[in-house]
């Protein structure tokens, strides 16, 4: 099967705007991640939804990103008034659930974001 | 403070020259230590997921094992197919969320 997708594969804005990144999630998984990779640091955890449960949001950096998921399907991340230092690549992963084997992260190819 | 360190930062073996990659962590409630591969430009790539110590997993020329306090994945008679940046994350306590380190670029040459 198909796994995660994730549009753009690139995105370059100028600062201050908006940007919108999709990440599209392997079928029938439940539990929906975003992680930032900026250059050379590690994967950084932003955001976690799982089925119809209230999302963590702890990783979230700042109130100008913010992230939905509609039919416990595909989820959009957005950041508003874009930042220099928001450029990195956006990781979407999905699992069949939260716990056990099924925690098992499962990563798009990422979204590479580029503030001038 | 809770974390995962990875060591070394880069290697550079020769075709057929076998090591070592080593993953620690200081987390509470360890539920479950991650390997993953990295390409340039890519998103990580599962591949194997340790519970309890003591466990091993293999793929290939790969081989994972885990203790209490750190992971090490162990690359036998490596290829240069086999050079990417190799990335260890924990999932510990309540938390969902990977704990990620930040890798080991590995080279393979002829």
């Known amino acids: 099967g198909a796994g995660v997708s994730q549009s753009p594969s690139n995105k370059v804005t100028e600062k201050g705007k908006d940007v919108e990144l999709r990440c599209d999630p392997i079928?029938?998984?439940?539990?929906l991640y975003w992680y930032r990779q900026s250059l050379g640091q590690g994967l950084e955890f932003l955001i976690y939804?799982?089925?119809?449960?209230?999302?963590?949001k702890s990783g979230l950096p700042s109130d100008r990103f913010s992230a939905e998921r509609t039919g416990g399907s595909v989820s959009t991340l957005t950041i508003q008034r874009t930042q220099q230092e928001d450029s990195a690549v956006y990781l979407c992963?999905?699992?069949?659930?939260?716990?056990?084997?099924?925690?098992?992260?499962?990563f798009g190819p990422g979204t590479r974001l580029t503030v001038l | 403070e809770d974390q995962v360190t990875q060591s070394p930062e880069a290697l550079r073996l020769q075709e057929g020259e076998s090591s070592s990659l080593n993953c620690s962590y200081t987390?509470?409630?360890?539920?479950?230590l991650f390997w993953y591969r990295q390409d340039p430009g890519k998103g990580p790539e599962f591949l194997f997921t340790?519970?309890?110590a003591g466990e091993e997993k293999e793929k290939e020329r790969l081989k994972a094992t885990l203790t209490k306090k750190e992971s090490f994945l162990h690359i036998t008679a490596p290829k240069p197919e086999d050079s990417a940046t190799y990335l260890c994350?924990?999932?510990?306590?309540?938390?969902?969320?990977?704990?990620f380190g930040t890798g080991t670029r590995l080279q393979v040459t002829l």
């Open positions: 340790l519970y309890s």
């Open positions: 992963a999905s699992s069949r659930g939260p716990r056990g084997s099924y925690n098992e992260q499962f």
């Open positions: 994350a924990v999932r510990y306590g309540t938390a969902s969320k990977l704990t």
């Open positions: 987390v509470s409630g360890l539920r479950g």
């Open positions: 939804f799982q089925g119809n449960s209230a999302p963590d």
């Open positions: 079928s029938g998984h439940t539990a």
